[in-house]
């Protein structure tokens, strides 16, 4: 039997589905209310616990995200429900004619509706209000818990002092009691579950451990080097190894508290002295490592500051005791709670801790660790520099008079501070170093990655440089991710306050009316990336495969493979929008900004690009065909949607917008086929035969082996020139780029003929007239008289002039008597050139 939908009544008497989305929502606000009521009292309740403060902050965070969630899920419902309304209109007054019963009923429904979704959202408003007020009120409480913790102050007296030891004693006598109970107890009964957790949390470590030592083993190792360490190689080495080892004993510590307590060895009183335990064992040991790897006491070669031997020790031992110290008093203060010790156990035990830590920093602003720089490092130091000196000193006596005035919390504190905050700066200031370091230029070529990517790909010193950069950012985020986290925890923070920043962080950043959400944004990216993978890889595939079986063009591939190309990248950048959680209709906002920006700036880059889908569509010409448009002139290299790139015959590339071969006549000397006409132009002397020269020059264009027999190449007598017979060869070549070695070797070949068969070539030949008056006409027979001597006592040592040449002074006599002759108004004549009269009588002598 079919079940029927419960019914329920909404405002005004109108029925309403119970599961409609108002009445979920109006279930969900009585949900979120009790919960906000559940929570008010755990705050309550709770005012001294920090970490249940956390949880329920992040709690009532999410009822009032949910709230506000909720509300804005009815919005399009309500916006639907006004719109008709506006439809239907107002009802009709006293003396109009009546409407019909359907549109009553729906006005009627529509306006509860309406009414419904309004005081919704206001309850779903006033629920988030008081969830956030609540979450304000857990961060004041968690604020003054920390303010409190720090400067609560407690007398320190003898009478103090005493009633600690004696619970000291009881203390350690409930200790012995406990701890040898629970061994009992494990060793009897809890043996597998016992051994099988050490030995999963062994298993962790060394995988970690192999891994690590698998990858970066030559950058923990200072034995897989020999000579002089370089220095980022020293950074490298002090980074990776106080990582990779610290990282593996965190592992080990973690999963052994993991495996622990899943097995249930550990009873609820031995769980904090164990998780104690290992936190003190993990911030010692990575301590140690870092301090070691800094200052390397026994190897001065890969020290990362200029310290002594001695120096060196001295330091490491001393960090090293405030180290222990420190979390040695952490370690007191979890047992006297697990314990239920009293507090002034606790306060006195973090007292004498505090003090201990206060008197090393003294003692090391007298330290003479610094070494001069090219100095022996066995030598005696010198002291370290003043403001370290003086800021150690006021650290100390910082500690030490804020134990003396009472406020012990606030001693331990910085203390904690001054070991933990100090290791996890350092080394993320090693790890930015190192970064910094391999990013220069040309330094990850040099490093062992380096050099084995170059052997093992071949790759170039540009793509080494760009690895080195991915790889000194990468060397950034892992110190970032390190030592962020550390220092927060030790500054007070919970692990869930950092998990809720992540998750806010990675789920819903608001900007405006906007979530934005990285993982999206993230995943977004991806999708595109892999999107652009595959289009990439379907135009390689299509066109080695499909296209090359199909013995299509190379034009023809190209423009099929540059529109799969942006085809293929306008789909992934649709889903990896979509994906990153943009919607696509406000995009609308853009496409209208950008119909303006066209309409004024960017009508050429709109108008290059439909142009260049013209050409990719209509294939005027392709790639590799001979283009010639206005003054360019070469061959087709690429054709993309903004421009062309066309290669001269000079090897130079000249990069043609795509509106140019549209808007203007384009040449193509290839666009069918390669076949082309060539002519060689020549002149030849009217003495010669010009049937002659014909059967010649066909003769001799006919024996090239280039040139094609059909179309037969013929010879055209062009003109009667005005010194020569001109004549013109036409020839046909299958392939217009022989064209200029077949001119080559044809024009040798008539030239060598035409010498052979007495057929001269003419050159041009003017004659010239200068016209002088008489005065000009003297002075110039006189120069070249002047001239005339001159090369005769140059020549003297020659042979006598032929009795044919002319003497200077003749020369210059028949000048005289053709000027007298002449008429006055005009004395025309012809001059002969003296370099050419001179050149005459030169041939003359020989």
């Known amino acids: 039997m079919a079940s029927t939908p419960t019914l329920v009544m909404a405002q005004d008497g109108v029925p309403a589905d119970a599961n409609s989305p108002i009445e979920q929502m109006r279930a969900d606000l009585e949900k979120a209310r009790a919960a906000l009521a559940k929570l008010t009292d755990a705050v309550e309740s709770s005012k001294d616990d920090d970490a249940r403060l956390v949880d329920l902050k992040a709690q009532s965070d999410d009822i009032a995200a949910n709230a506000v969630k909720s509300s804005v899920s009815l919005r399009p419902r309500f916006e639907a429900a006004k719109t008709r309304l506006d439809e239907l209109g107002e009802p009709p007054k006293d003396g109009q004619p009546p409407e019909a019963q359907v549109v009553t009923d729906e006005r009627s429904r529509l306006i509860a509706e309406r009414a419904d979704i309004n005081a919704l959202t206001g309850e779903a408003e006033a629920v988030s209000t ?20 720090l400067f609560k102050r407690t007398e320190i007296s003898l009478d103090v002092f005493s009633a600690a030891s004696s619970s000291l004693i009881n203390e350690v006598s409930s200790f012995q009691r406990v701890v040898g109970s629970w061994w009992t107890f494990v060793w009897n009964y809890k043996k597998v579950q016992l051994l099988s957790a050490i030995f999963l949390s062994l298993l962790a470590a060394m995988l970690f451990l192999v891994g690590g030592y698998r990858f970066l083993g030559s950058h923990m190792e200072r034995s897989a080097f020999s000579g002089e360490p370089g220095y980022i190689r020293r950074l490298s080495v002090a980074f990776w190894s106080t990582m990779v080892q610290s990282l593996t004993v965190i592992a080990f510590l973690v999963s052994s508290a993991f495996f622990l307590e899943n097995f249930n060895v550990l009873r609820s009183d031995m769980s904090p002295i164990v998780f104690t335990a ?29 310290v002594s031997n001695t120096g060196a020790r001295h330091l490491t031992w001393a960090v090293l005791a405030m180290t222990v110290v420190n979390g040695f008093d952490y370690l007191l203060s979890g047992i006297s709670e697990a314990l239920y010790s009293p507090v002034i156990l606790t306060v006195v035990k973090s007292f004498v801790a505090s003090m201990i830590v206060g008197i090393i920093l003294i003692v090391m602003s007298f330290m003479r660790p610094v070494m001069q720089k090219d100095a022996d490092p066995s030598a005696p130091g010198h002291r370290l520099p003043r403001w370290m000196g003086i800021l150690f000193r006021l650290a100390g006596l910082f500690i030490i008079g804020a134990c003396l005035t009472g406020y012990v919390g606030l001693a331990r504190f910085v203390s904690t501070q001054i070991v933990v905050t100090g290791a996890v700066l350092a080394t993320m200031y090693i790890g930015i170093l190192s970064g910094k370091a391999i990013s220069k230029q040309g330094i990850f070529a040099d490093s062992v990655a380096g050099n084995f990517l170059q052997k093992r790909y071949g790759w170039g010193p540009v793509v080494l440089d760009q690895l080195g950069l991915v790889a000194g950012l990468g060397i950034y985020i892992v110190a970032l991710a390190f030592g962020v986290p550390l220092i927060l925890f030790s500054w007070g923070f919970q ?137 360019t002139e070469g061959t087709v290299k690429r054709i993309s949607v903004r421009a062309t790139e066309i290669e001269t015959f000079r090897r130079q590339s000249i990069i043609v917008p795509n509106s140019e071969f549209i808007n203007s006549p384009v040449g193509n000397w290839t666009h069918r086929n390669r076949i082309a006409r060539s002519e060689i132009p020549i002149g030849v002397s009217y003495d010669a035969d010009p049937r002659k020269v014909i059967d010649i020059l066909l003769e001799l264009v006919r024996a090239q082996p280039l040139v094609l027999k059909n179309p037969e190449p013929h010879v055209e007598f062009v003109r009667f020139g005005d010194f020569s017979l001109d004549f013109e060869v036409r020839f046909f070549l299958a392939d217009l780029s022989d064209g200029l070695p077949v001119r080559n070797q044809l024009r040798i070949d008539i030239l060598t003929r035409f010498r052979e068969e007495g057929i001269d070539i003419p050159f041009p030949q003017r004659n010239l007239n200068v016209h002088v008056d008489s005065e000009s006409s003297q002075a ?66 020989s």
Do not use: C
């Not at 200052?295 to 070669?301: D, L, N, Q, R």
């Not at 006055?824 to 009269?837: G, H, L, N, V």
């Open 130 to 149: 008081q969830a956030s007020q609540l979450s304000n009120h857990v961060t004041d409480l968690r604020r003054s818990l920390f303010k409190d913790t």
């Open 780 to 845: 110039l027979a006189n120069k070249l008289v002047e001239e005339g001597e001159k090369a005769t006592l140059n020549k003297k040592d020659e042979a006598e002039p032929d009795a044919e040449l002319k003497t200077q002074s003749e020369l210059k006599q028949e000048i005289e008597g053709a000027e007298q002759q002449a008429p006055a108004s005009e004395k025309p004549q012809t001059k002969p050139d003296p370099a050419r009269s001179r050149g005459k009588a030169a041939d003359k002598k």
């Open 495 to 631: 692990p869930a306050d950092i998990e809720n920043w992540a998750y806010r962080l990675l789920t819903g950043i608001p900007v405006g009316n906007t979530n934005i959400s990285l993982l999206a944004v993230f995943g977004g990216i991806a999708i595109f990336a892999l999107g652009y993978v595959i289009t990439r890889w379907f135009q390689r595939w299509l066109d080695n495969n499909v296209m090359a079986r199909s013995k299509a063009d190379a034009g023809v591939r190209n423009s099929v493979k540059t529109g799969i190309g942006y085809l293929g990248i306008a789909i992934a950048a649709i889903f990896g929008i979509s994906s990153a959680g943009l919607d696509l209709s406000n995009l609308a906002l853009v496409a209208s900004a950008l119909s303006v920006g066209i309409g004024f700036g960017l009508q050429n880059i709109v108008s290059n690009f439909v142009s260049g889908l013209i050409l990719l569509v209509e294939r005027p010409f392709k790639v590799g065909d001979w283009v010639v448009t206005g003054a």
């Open 278 to 306: 290992m936190g003190f064992t993990g911030l010692v040991y990575f301590v140690w490592r870092l301090t070691y790897a800094v200052f390397a006491p026994s190897h001065a070669s890969w020290r990362l500051v200029r």
